[in-house]
């Protein structure tokens, strides 16, 4: 009877025990769902065609939406990239880094690449998202890995950072710093000169006006571009000089194995000739081929009495 009690005392521990790790589980998850929202991606998210929790097993557990640019962890739990730096950042330093899913190591993340995973990366890249241009009018809808190329080159419904105060203007992407900086009626920039000293404040199509009637520091656009060139052409000369200062050094280190390579060749001819000045009269005879008495040793017409002496 007391062991039953005890089992089941041991599993009512258990259960609370589980219950327990659940909660720091998701009361983690919202701290960081709360950091993330406060990062206001709102422009950088995608918006989807499709619901998603149709995808559910490619979502994210930090940011509850499709993975982007997923990681895989130690612990074999999958997140966004951009999550689980945000992760990162609130966990201690001094501690091990753990994953927000289930608490246990989560090492060094591990991005999903071609083509191991391309299974996985194809769909989700050829989900089917809005241009995150839908609100100002934009009605493309295409797959995913296809946005960046159509709000960078095609999607003409950017709009005035000023259009809260009444500017109306829609254009591409390439135009927008064009129409902020010479074209917009509404907002107000400052001259160009406004280091020097110039206190031009005014709406950006009246700045050009500014700068060739009414400002006096605009006579120090032609002596700025002066100082820029002379500029340019001492670092021009700078590099000349320095390359000029390797080929010196370098002819230096040539000339010195040259010397080297002379000194050489000299100490091995003197070597070549020291039998004929330096060894002993009888081993410089051997050498040119005289010994034993006789020329050549020759064994017919010559004795051993010397030259000419016939035998009997």
Known sequence: MNNNNNNNNNEEEKVEEKEEDEKKKQINLEKIREALNELDMDDDRFHYVDDENKFEDL?????LLPFYKPVRLECNHYA????????????????KKTCPVCLGAMGEPVPLVAPKDSLV?????NLRVYCRNKKNGCDWVGPRVNLSTHMDNSCQDFICSF?????DWKGKKTQVNLHLTEQCEIGLVNCVYESFGCGF??????????????????????????VIQLEK?????NTYISDLRVNYNNLL????DIKKEKVNNESNNNNGFSFRFGQPPSEAHNHFGFGGGSFGNKPSGFGGGGFGNKSS
Do not use: M, P, W, Y
């Open 163 to 167: 259009k809260k105060k009444g500017c």
């Open 59 to 63: 979502v994210c557990t930090i940011c």
């Open 80 to 95: 966004c990239q951009e999550c689980i730096e945000e992760v990162i950042k609130k966990q201690s330093k001094k501690r």
């Open 253 to 256: 280190i040539e000339f010195e």
């Open 121 to 125: 990366l194809n769909i989700l890249d």
């Open 201 to 226: 404040v005014d709406t950006a199509s009246k700045l050009n006006d500014h700068l060739k009637n009414n400002c006096k520091f605009s006579h120090l656009e032609h002596l700025i571009k002066k």
């Open 233 to 237: 052409t001492v670092e021009e000369q």
